[in-house]
């Protein structure tokens, strides 16, 4: 449903988003059935959607990153930023990279086709759409259960492993050879423990190691 707003051009803002949330559940916020982490996580869904859908369009004629970075930019602007953040996104600082930085990322990454890219926080996929894009197999690893099946959903036949980030260099199979790797880990967080200050160096060591 939010896609499909999306690719009418249609601005989504926090009432719209509260209605489809609404009519998927049948139930409003304060009945406990879903939560605004999980209204926000379908519509970063809704934008990979959108883009896989309609990637050539937004591209097309568009050779230079820059211009291809505004296409994004005003996709991106057609939804609310996140305003509130559960207990599990603070602890585990679930915290999506904007699709246009996710795009600048990628550029400067350099991904091309033939490239297997690793993204061992892979969140709602939005750096992962722009690997895909770029025509990039991919890995993926996902901590988080339910952002881990919906990964599994928008990017089928993909492999996605739970494994804690920092250790995943020794968690992945041996078969899993990245030649990038994209990634925006918790920083100052582990699992279990919300203040780590080592956390992004054991990220980026395992996912190096790799």
Not at 133 to 155: C, D, I, Q, V, Y
Request: glycine share 6%.
């Amino acid at each position: 449903w939010l896609a499909t707003l999306l690719l009418k051009r249609r601005p989504i803002d926090i009432p719209a988003l509260r209605g489809v949330m609404e009519a998927a559940f049948g139930a409003a916020d304060t009945a406990g059935v879903w939560s605004w982490k999980q209204a926000f996580d379908a519509l970063e869904a809704a934008q990979i959607l959108t883009l896989k859908t309609k990637a050539r369009s937004i591209f097309a004629g568009e050779p230079s990153p820059q211009r291809r970075l505004q296409g994004l930019a005003k996709l991106a602007r057609l939804c609310p930023a996140a305003t509130v953040r559960s207990e599990e996104s603070q602890n585990l600082q679930q915290f999506s990279t904007p699709l246009p930085l996710a795009y600048v990322m990628a550029v400067a990454a350099e991904i091309g086709a033939g490239d297997v890219l690793l993204e061992p926080s892979a969140g709602t996929g939005m750096l992962a759409i722009c690997g895909h894009l770029a025509g990039a197999k991919l890995a993926l690893n996902e901590l988080s259960a339910g952002r881990a099946a919906l990964l599994e959903r928008l990017f089928r036949g993909v492999p996605v492993t739970r494994h804690n980030a920092e250790q995943i260099h020794d968690r992945l199979a041996p078969a899993v050879q990245p030649s990038v790797v994209l990634m925006n880990p918790p920083f100052s967080a582990s699992p279990g423990r919300r203040h780590n200050r080592y956390a992004a160096i054991r990220h980026l060591h395992s996912a190096l190691a790799r």
